[in-house]
């Protein structure tokens, strides 16, 4: 924490003192949070960060400690107190299954008022066509129908007991963390849908509760409990029923696969899966692999060379609700197409945390931006975070990774980018990392919001097109803090301390021998343009080392617009 707070001093004399060669502090880096009307899923800390932006450097960096930490139990309230609830509920002498039933009942109470197709009215507004749109009359019809949809959320989400929810979500966490399998009267039997052996099998309020033995064991179907003690086990999941979905799986190279909601993947109620060991591949289509929509989410990795496929909202992402998938070793691989890899949508929190390896983050080239571009796809993953503009707000999106030599592959929206009334950030500690996108990435804001990526340590190369590598666009802060290492940042145009439209892009590097490449001068390296009447704030700042740019060089100091500034202090 020492450490942590002799960093914060570093970077804020030397923002303050550049700040000062445009006639500015700190304190003029702000923005309101009544732009627009409040909807009711709107983050209080989201309108505390707009008023004072750079404060989201500590609230991220706190996160980030939170969670490495803490337990997931502990995390996990952390997280729900964004929510403004404190109260996570409690359980005292309450054997497993008797827990499970009671935090059945708490669920069934949370969502006992919920209206009939809100689930449907979500998924519609988040599952794409990987076709282009047919027509301009097409694209009418599907903004007319998109309106329709995000009125009815708007007007529905509140009907849940979200404090309920979490409720029952922290204690079920508890009940897991403190199984143990005596207690439980074992036998050898046989399971419908199971092949291989079983030990206990036992049907409650809540679902089927099955215990297989340690041989390699599929199930060809859903439980609302499985306990794996061993084995390379396959799970093939189908359609889910019920509230509560746990699997506990403590050894074995298993494979995990299904199409929607599944393998930690929630929708109305909570889903734990915590595999203790061996090399994994968990496969889910969309909404799964710690997923959380209307619900809770959380999948826990602890040991093994993993790797996680998926398509749509997964792999830590939340949706009015929490999901999270945390991966504490190993050298893993983790490929989504969309909304992926710690994202957050309305009223959600998404967290995608690893703890060591050397790791690789894809978002593979699927859905069509046609509205920018006909050769470029939309990522909007890899610490990401989108409201449905303008009725509602965004969420919160993290990707949490503590050290390792790690590649992060995506396109148009990634890495530590944000839009609408949101924050997303990528935290990386330690290690030689690789961050490949185009456009609106690498500490990005767009649309009064917040996006940060932060990396500690290490010889980093960041590569993007534009509107990157701290840019902040409309009302926003886009923001990229590189602390140590020799790192390069290449960009073409907008970017690396870029702040249009009323924005306010940063770029701060500490220490390392760095190269700034850039294709377009005019607007980059510490760029702010005046729009609206108004200005815009831009600033490249590097602390130390010999380094190189396209704009300016060592120990100097250049302007760009009234309200852009880069320095190179040593």
């Not at 959320?153 to 009940?175: H, P, S, W």
């Not at 909570?270 to 203790?276: A, G, M, P, Q």
């Not at 500690?429 to 649309?447: F, I, M, P, R, S």
Request: proline share 1%; net charge negative; glycine share 14%.
């Amino acid at each position: 924490m020492i450490i942590l707070f002799l960093l914060a001093q570093v970077w804020s004399a030397y923002l303050d003192s550049s700040l000062q060669f445009i006639g500015m502090t700190q304190k003029d880096i702000a923005f309101r949070n009544d732009y627009t009307v409040k909807d009711p899923f709107r983050f209080a800390i989201i309108d505390s960060l707009l008023i004072s932006p750079l404060a989201s450097i500590d609230f991220v960096n706190s996160l980030n400690d939170s969670c490495w930490s803490q337990s997931m139990g502990e995390f996990l309230k952390t997280l729900i107190k964004l929510y403004g609830f404190s109260n996570t509920g409690s359980l005292k002498q309450m054997g497993f299954t008797e827990g499970l039933s009671f935090c059945n009942r708490l669920l069934d109470s949370a969502f006992a008022h919920i209206p009939e197709g809100l689930d449907s009215v979500f998924e519609e507004l988040t599952i794409f066509s990987p076709e282009p749109t047919g027509s301009i009359e097409e694209e009418k019809q599907a903004e007319k129908e998109y309106d329709s949809l995000v009125c009815y959320l708007k007007e529905n989400g509140t009907g849940i007991d979200y404090n309920l929810v979490f409720q029952a979500g922290a204690i079920l966490e508890n009940l897991i963390r403190e199984f143990q399998l005596r207690g439980f009267s074992l036998r050898h039997r046989s399971v419908s849908g199971i092949e291989g052996g079983v030990l206990y099998y036992n049907k409650f309020d809540f679902g089927e509760v099955v215990i297989g033995d340690s041989g390699a064991n599929i199930y060809n179907r859903d439980f609302a409990v499985i306990i794996e003690p061993g084995g390379d086990d396959t799970y093939k999941f189908s359609a889910t029923q019920g509230r509560i979905h746990i699997i506990i799986d403590y050894q074995g190279d298993d494979r995990y696969e299904g199409r929607d909601y599944t393998a930690g993947g929630a929708k109305f109620g909570v889903s734990f899966l915590v595999d203790e060991a061996g090399d994994d591949t968990y496969i889910g289509r969309n909404f799964s692999l710690g997923s959380g929509v209307f619900g809770l989410g959380i999948l826990i990795d602890k040991k093994g060379n993993d790797h996680y496929y998926g398509d749509t909202f997964i792999q830590g992402a939340g949706g009015f609700g929490i999901g999270i998938l945390k991966d504490c070793e190993g050298n893993d691989v983790y490929e989504g197409c969309l909304y992926a890899q710690g994202f957050a949508s309305t009223y959600g929190i998404g967290v995608l945390a690893d703890k060591s390896g050397n790791d690789i983050y894809i978002i593979k080239e699927r859905y069509l931006d046609e509205i920018r571009y006909l050769d470029h796809y939309l990522s909007l993953s890899q610490g990401f975070s989108i409201g449905f503009r303008p009725e509602l707000s965004a969420g919160l999106g993290f990707i949490f990774d503590q050290a390792g030599n790690d590649y992060y592959l995506g396109d148009i929206f990634a890495q530590g980018s944000s839009y609408w009334y949101g924050l997303g950030a990528i935290v990386d500690g330690k290690g030689n990392d690789n961050y490949v996108a185009y456009q609106y990435a690498q500490g990005a804001g767009t649309h009064i919001t917040i996006g940060l990526l932060i990396d500690k340590s290490g010889n980093d190369n960041y590569v993007s097109k534009g509107v990157s590598q701290g840019c902040g666009h409309d009302l926003s802060l886009g923001l990229l803090y590189d602390i140590a290492g020799d790192d390069t940042y290449c960009a073409f145009d907008l970017s690396q301390g870029a702040g249009n439209a009323n924005g306010v892009g940063i770029l701060m590097d500490e220490l390392g021998n760095d190269t700034y490449a850039i294709k377009r001068t005019s607007n980059t390296q510490g760029y702010g343009n005046f729009r609206r009447e108004y200005g815009s704030i831009g600033v490249l700042l590097d602390i130390r080392g010999r380094d190189f740019y396209c704009s300016g060089e060592n120990s100097s100091l250049w302007q760009k617009g009234k309200y852009g500034v880069g320095v190179d202090w040593e």
